[in-house]
C-alpha cells in the first residue's frame, strides 16, 4: 500500500469536495465549503495548498485558461479510509480485528440480514487453507 499522507478533518472536507468532484475549480470548492461549513474562500484555498503540499491533492490550469485552477484527488477515497482504518485499528487495537467488532457490536444488534451479509463477507475473506474455505 503506498503511503497515504495524513488529513485534518478540515482537509477531509475539502478531499470530500474532490472526490465527488475531480477537477474541480477552486471557486467551487471554495462555494460548496462557504455553503456547507460557513468557510471563508482564504481558509479554503489555504487547506487546498496544504493538501497540494501534502501529495493528497494535485492542482493543474484548466485548458485554455491562464487563471482558473482545477483541483483533483492524487489518493482516492479507498485508499484514504483504508489506511485511516488501519490506522485506527493498530491504535486502539493492536490490529486486532475480533475485539474491534466485539466492541462495535457491543450496544448494537444486527438485523438477520446483516448477519449474513457479514458471514458471507467474513467467508469471502478466510485465508487459503483454513477450514471451511472453498477453493
Not at 88 to 112: C, I, Q, S, V
Request: with cysteine; aromatic share 6%; proline share 5%.
Amino acid at each position: 500500500m503506498k503511503q497515504i499522507p495524513s488529513v485534518t478533518d478540515a482537509e477531509l472536507e475539502i478531499m470530500r469536495v474532490l472526490w465527488a468532484n475531480p477537477d474541480c475549480p477552486s471557486s467551487e470548492v471554495v462555494k460548496q465549503l462557504a455553503d456547507k461549513m460557513g468557510w471563508s474562500p482564504n481558509t479554503t484555498r489555504t487547506l487546498l495548498n496544504r493538501l497540494v503540499q501534502k501529495e493528497a491533492a494535485g492542482a493543474k490550469l484548466e485548458e485554455g485558461s491562464k487563471r482558473t485552477q482545477l483541483y483533483y484527488p492524487i489518493i482516492s477515497e479507498q485508499e484514504f479510509l483504508l489506511s485511516e482504518t488501519t490506522s485506527f485499528m493498530k491504535k486502539l487495537y493492536g490490529g486486532a480485528l475480533k475485539p474491534m467488532l466485539a466492541n462495535l457490536l457491543k450496544d448494537r444488534k444486527l438485523n438477520a440480514q446483516e448477519v449474513e451479509d457479514l458471514k458471507a463477507l467474513f467467508d469471502e475473506n478466510r485465508s487459503v487453507g483454513e477450514p471451511g474455505k472453498e477453493r
